[in-house]
């Protein structure tokens, strides 16, 4: 038996609407499709192809007529529940200096392994979806990518594009070699710097309660809060079985600070986050607002 996915996260966000496209490959046993998920600010779809629409050449993924790539997006899908066609270009991505996995990149047996593609670009272009037109004009785009068998069973994703940088935070439940650990991989990108928050670098989860999570590792401190979710319902994988429903909020209110030595290198509420938090497990901490702090 192989059980096996492969898929990439493509968003992107201008001042007022946000879409993410999830083409995907799966396999579970014998059964072999693909897929191409929508999600918007109001809406989530989900279709699916027969195995042979799914081709991976050059650095692209082509499913049936759509294209995903460095240089953009192209889409074309009719089904009697979406009907969805345009153009997204892709400016100069931004990629991270090296593997966000770091040495559990070589780490064999992993049920998920994580990439970032790019943390910002510009997005240009126009999409339209059931009639209503997507319009992005200078926008920002997001891209990265997972592959495995399984998605955690318990996690929290937030990304978030903002004036002057970008973050992207992941805390799950991994299970190594009969043992399970909370791994945590994470980037903030602020004012041209790069900044790595990361379980292999000593990173620790000193709080998650109330859709809060709050990281530390040495001298940095990332704190993300979901305080208004926006869920639409999501396919993903079970041992490459696209069974499990998950909850992403494309577009929803969140609280972010980053701290260096003490002192805040920023914090912000935005209606422009995303997030999943998949994640059931609390720690009993204090219920105070991260916000007055």
């Known amino acids: 038996m192989y059980n096996f996915f492969y898929g990439w996260y493509l968003k992107c966000q ?11 490959v799966h396999t579970a046993g014998t059964k072999r499709t ?15 192809f027969a195995a042979d629409a799914f081709q991976r050449k050059k650095g692209k993924l082509f499913i049936g007529e759509n294209r995903f790539g460095e240089k953009g997006i192209r889409l074309s899908i009719h089904t009697p529940q979406l009907t969805i066609r345009g153009k997204l270009d892709f400016g100069q991505l931004l990629p991270l200096k090296y593997d ?3 040495p559990f990149a070589l780490a064999p047996f992993m049920e998920c392994r994580h990439s970032v593609r790019s943390m910002r670009h510009l997005v240009t272009g126009n999409v339209r979806i059931n009639g209503k037109k997507y319009s992005f004009q200078n926008a920002w785009g997001y891209w990265e990518g997972d592959r495995g068998r399984s998605f955690p069973k318990e996690y929290i994703w937030t990304q978030c594009l903002f004036g002057g940088g970008s973050l992207m935070l992941s805390v799950a439940d991994i299970p190594m070699a ?4 909370t791994g945590i991989i994470g980037v ?7 900044y790595r928050i990361a379980t292999y670098l000593g990173a620790r989860v000193v709080q998650i309660h109330n859709k809060k999570v709050r990281i530390v590792q ?3 401190e990332l704190e993300a809060w979901l305080l208004e979710a926006s869920e639409r319902p999501l396919k993903a994988p079970t041992k490459g079985n696209m069974v499990r429903t998950i909850h992403e909020s494309a577009s929803c209110r969140a609280f972010y600070r980053f701290r260096k030595k003490g002192c805040t290198l920023f914090d912000f509420e935005t209606d422009r986050a995303s997030f999943e938090f998949e994640y059931f497990h609390f720690c009993q901490q204090s219920e105070e607002d991260p916000r007055k702090v």
């Open 14 to 24: 201008s001042d007022t609407q946000t879409l993410a496209i999830i083409p995907a």
């Open 34 to 48: 693909c897929s191409i998920q929508v999600i918007t600010e109001d809406d989530a779809w989900n279709v699916t």
């Open 100 to 102: 966000i996995m770091g």
């Open 178 to 181: 009969g043992i399970h650990f």
């Open 188 to 194: 903030v990108l602020w004012q041209g710097k790069e």
């Open 218 to 220: 040495g001298d940095l």
